[in-house]
Each structure stands twice: as C-alpha cells, then as structure tokens.
C-alpha cells in the first residue's frame, strides 16, 4: 500500500509540474488591427490581399514572431476607425469580426487618415526655398490650428473603438501603437522639400495624434508603444541605411512617408516587448 501510495503521489506531482508548462505551449492568440502604419505598404512581400497593400514582413508579423504567437493581421491600408465596423472599399470584412473572448493579445495603429495627416503633409512640399512657395503651417493655422482641432473632435471616436475592443476582446491586453518621428526638428531642406517652420508643424501634429493616442489608451486601461521615441534619428531626413520612414522619394521598397522594412523590424521589437 505504502508503494502505492508513493506511485499515486508521484503522479500527482509530475502532473503538477508538467501541467503549467503544456499551457504554456499554447501559442498567444495575437490580432492586429489599423491603417497602413501597421499593414506595411509596398515592403515585400505584400500578402494575397492587394487591396490591403499589407506586408508579410510589418509590425504585427515581427511582433507575432518575437512572441511565437498565432497572428491574424486585418491591418488595410487606408483604414478609418469607421473601417473598424465597416466594409471598407465596399467588400472588406469588417476589422472587428476578428475579435473574440479567446483573443490574449490586440494591437493597433489608427487615426492617421481619420484626420487626414499624410494629405496634410503632402501639400507642406516646397520644391523652392521660402520665400517662393506657400507654408502650409500658415494655411492650416489660419484663424485657429485646424488639424490639432480635427484631433480633438476625433479623440471620443478613438475611445469608442478602443471600448468595442475591450467589449468584444474581454480578456485582451491591448496596445495602442503610436506614430514614428517622420522628419527631425527643423527639417532637412532640400533632402526632404518641405520648410524648416512646416517641417516642426506637420510632426507637431503627428505628435499630438500620438499624445491623443496615449490618453485614451491610459483612459481605457490599455499600453502605449511610442514609435516615435523608437524612430528618433531614423527619420526621414537620415542616411537611407538608417531610415525607418521612407521620404517622399523612397530609398527602399516601401511607401512614402511610411516605415520600411527596417522600420518595421524595429517598431516590432517595440510592441513584442510592450506585449511581454
């Protein structure tokens, strides 16, 4: 009996120490969610979905790999927080149906087209030094800032989204990915054809986008991962070795204006590590 009962003990206690780590082995249930910040548009290699513009080698897909997590990735190009419950161009499933109770893990990059910031930026070029040219900071200043105004009007929609994340995804950690310094203080005219004054305007409001971001996230109880902190230095007015964000004449396979792979890589590094 003695035998026995030392045998059933022993079980027991393999059972114990063996049973953590085969939960452990589950792979994390990993979704991501946002614009083209996340999907990666143009960095081979892009996915089966074409109209997503979405690369196999973006932020989400680094960081699912750095965690061994099981990833479903419905980053599009071009989405709005209005493509989180809507079809967006008409035929794309919803970004929200991919959430449910087994999600552990969610990440998301969102609100640049909301406000329309890459147009914004587009219209800052100067071809000619000042004083031929317009400064785009004194059109969109006129009479108040209209893009810091645009920001905060759309900061309550965020925290909505953020709100049907953590109701349809109940036990998800969320992460709120920010966006990249896209070009240093004061510029680098002519490298990058935009004025040192509208340069420090237009990241000036990258940044308060980012800022906006980070309160919600803090609001709802979910992690920030600032990129631009990741990205200082890596900005557009770098080497090309050493840029994370393309100019506006990309110097590696990516878009303009947008992380490449390099970037992605490390923008992946970053949200793996807010994930652990």
Not at 121 to 148: M, Y
Not at 171 to 199: E, F, H, N
Request: charged share 15%; with cysteine.
């Amino acid at each position: 009996m003695r035998v026995r009962g030392m045998a059933v003990a022993v079980a027991v206690g393999l059972g114990m120490l063996f049973a953590p780590a085969a939960q452990a082995a589950e792979p994390l249930n990993y979704v991501a969610l946002g614009d083209s910040f996340a999907a990666g548009p143009l960095i081979p290699w892009q996915d089966s979905n074409l109209a997503c513009l979405r690369s196999t080698n973006n932020y989400p897909t680094v960081a699912a790999k750095a965690l061994g997590a099981s990833l479903t990735d419905v980053s599009c190009s071009g989405a709005k927080v209005s493509d989180f419950s809507g079809r967006q161009f008409g035929f794309l499933a919803p970004q929200y149906d991919v959430l449910s109770a087994d999600v552990d893990l969610v990440s998301l990059t969102i609100g640049g087209n909301d406000i329309g910031l890459v147009q914004e930026a587009l219209g800052c070029v100067n071809v000619f030094p000042e004083p031929f040219g317009l400064s785009c900071k004194d059109r969109l200043t006129a009479g108040g800032d209209k893009l810091k105004a645009a920001i905060d009007a759309w900061a309550p929609t965020f925290a909505g989204a953020l709100a049907e994340i953590k109701r349809r995804a109940p036990r998800a950690k969320i992460l709120v990915v920010g966006y990249a310094t896209y070009i240093k203080r004061g510029g680098c005219y002519p490298t990058q054809p935009i004025w040192a004054r509208d340069a420090d305007y237009i990241q000036g409001s990258v940044n308060h986008l980012s800022a906006t971001l980070r309160a919600q996230a803090t609001a709802a109880g979910a992690t920030f991962v600032d990129t631009a902190a990741v990205s200082v230095g890596h900005d557009t007015c770098a080497a090309p070795s050493a840029r994370y964000i393309e100019g506006l004449i990309p110097t590696s396979i990516a878009a303009p204006l947008h992380p490449n792979a390099q970037g992605m890589t490390a923008f992946g590094a970053a949200v793996a590590t807010a994930a652990r």
